[in-house]
């Protein structure tokens, strides 16, 4: 009799917090299929039903991490039309996203594309596919003339993304502040009226 879905897709749930949790804890170069197959409670050989091998299962776990945060992304500026405001709601969403404490999202900060050769490109993709939610936004931004918007995306996503080295929950700031303190420094020195109009040679393509 075949298994419901229910009971395939609670199985496989398991299997990649297990594999999160052994790779963002010992490393995924210093786990093995076997470590998994044990913290998962399977054998090793029934790992290989479900992925092909190692670098599978953080590939889908890479898939998991970047579709959640996209959602949560994407919910945060439901209903949102200033552009700037957009931005501060983006900072902080995303600055609480990469400081979640679980396995899955450990293992997107640490664990880079170049790490795992057989995927080293469809990670680049699913990191892009995500970074393109700021280039759209930073494409939005009433800004002055001489701004390169390229430039002032890799600053903000690199900003937003140290958090992750400093952000304490005891700290004096909450995400929500620091994502407005984040936007408010950008505002002042390069926003420009809403009226004014954004030149093509601008835009971050």
């Known amino acids: ?13 398991a299997l ?4 999160a949790t052994l790779f963002s804890t010992q490393g995924f170069r210093e786990t093995t299929m076997r470590d998994i197959a044990k ?5 090793p050989g029934s790992i290989y039903y479900h992925y092909g091998s190692k670098d599978d299962l953080l590939l889908a776990i890479y898939e998991t991490g970047v579709e959640r945060i996209i959602e949560e992304f994407s919910k945060a500026l439901l209903s ?22 679980t396995p899955a999202m450990r293992v997107i900060n640490r664990v880079l594309p170049e790490h ?10 699913l990191r892009d596919r995500y970074e393109k939610c700021f280039r759209e936004l930073i494409n939005d931004l009433p800004l002055a003339p001489h701004v390169d918007r390229s430039l002032l995306r890799l600053m903000v996503l690199g900003a937003v993304n140290h958090t992750q080295f400093w952000f304490k929950p005891t700290g004096k700031r909450t995400l929500n502040e620091i994502g407005a ?18 030149t093509p040679e601008t835009r971050d393509t």
Not at 1 to 13: E, G, I
Not at 90 to 96: D, K, T, V, Y
């Open 116 to 125: 795992v050769s057989k995927h080293a490109v469809a990670l680049s993709r």
């Open 80 to 101: 949102v039309n200033d552009p700037w405001e957009r931005l501060r709601i983006a900072i902080s969403a995303h600055i609480g996203a990469i400081n979640q404490q």
């Open 181 to 198: 303190a984040f936007a408010q420094l950008l505002i002042e020195p390069i926003a420009i009226p809403l009226k004014s109009i954004i």
């Open 39 to 43: 913290a998962a409670g399977m054998l």
């Open 16 to 19: 990649l917090d297990a594999a």
């Open 1 to 13: 009799m075949k298994a419901p879905t229910r009971r395939s897709n609670n199985r496989n749930d």
